[in-house]
């Protein structure tokens, strides 16, 4: 009989594994920035939230960190990769669980692929944000169904911008914005990003990217 390392060691080789980051309350989900679809595009472009992309640089830019998002990507189509995942979720994580803290969606199977996994551990909630519209409306437009336990944070394109518009029918998206100046914040501020000494979501006791009745969360530059 396998040990539970080894059944996470053969779980890590099928999905690439889960990331670590200080400022998650647990495990999260990370791929590489260059790979952004949208977020690629708006890194050219001056005042896009991109533009300043926190995910190109600091510890990210660490080799190790490169080439396990690296692992990450290149297994987001195994076969078995919603299984692995799911399991790697039951064993890895106990409340909450965040897509993406770098990187983003890669097209609109590998959202119905997290989807299934998010129904498969229906008591974690689940976090994702993203700049890839077409793709969660897409997915949307075709019938699918966005479940309980996960909240699609649609995040503005432009520092100090507005939201992305078009989704007014569905209560599990909420929006992301960035601000520069605390007085161009709107919404819920982001206590961790604000500049205050807060470290983590779970020093500040604040899940509200986590909870779909708060509709916009304004983060600071960072």
């Known amino acids: 009989m396998q040990t539970k390392q080894q059944v996470v060691n053969a779980l890590n080789e099928i999905t690439g594994g ?30 896009s939230v991109c533009s300043k992309c926190y995910a190109m640089k600091g510890n990210y830019n660490y080799s190790n960190v490169k080439k396990a998002q690296e692992k990450r990507y290149s297994k987001l189509y195994h076969p078995m990769w919603v299984k692995a995942m799911t399991m790697l979720i039951h064993i890895k994580v106990k409340e909450r669980f965040r897509w993406f803290d770098s990187g983003d969606l890669d097209s609109v199977q590998h959202l119905r692929n997290i989807i299934e996994v998010c129904n498969g551990t229906p008591d974690i909630q689940h976090w994702l944000v993203t700049k890839e519209k077409r793709t969660v409306r897409k997915f949307l437009d075709e019938g699918g169904i966005i479940p309980d336990n996960l909240v699609i944070q649609m995040s503005g394109y432009m520092l100090d911008g507005d939201i992305v518009k078009g989704f007014d029918d569905c209560n599990q998206i909420t929006h992301h914005l960035v601000h520069t100046d605390r007085d161009k914040a709107r919404g819920h501020i982001c206590p961790v990003e604000d500049g205050n000494g807060v470290t983590s979501c779970k020093q500040a006791n604040c899940y509200a990217c986590w909870d779909n009745g708060v509709n916009v969360v304004s983060s600071g530059l960072h």
Not at 21 to 41: D, L, Q, R, Y
Request: net charge neutral.
């Open 18 to 47: 889960l990331s670590q980051t200080t400022k998650m309350p647990e495990s999260s989900f990370s791929i590489p920035a260059i790979h952004c679809k949208v977020g690629s595009k708006l890194r050219e472009v001056e005042d």
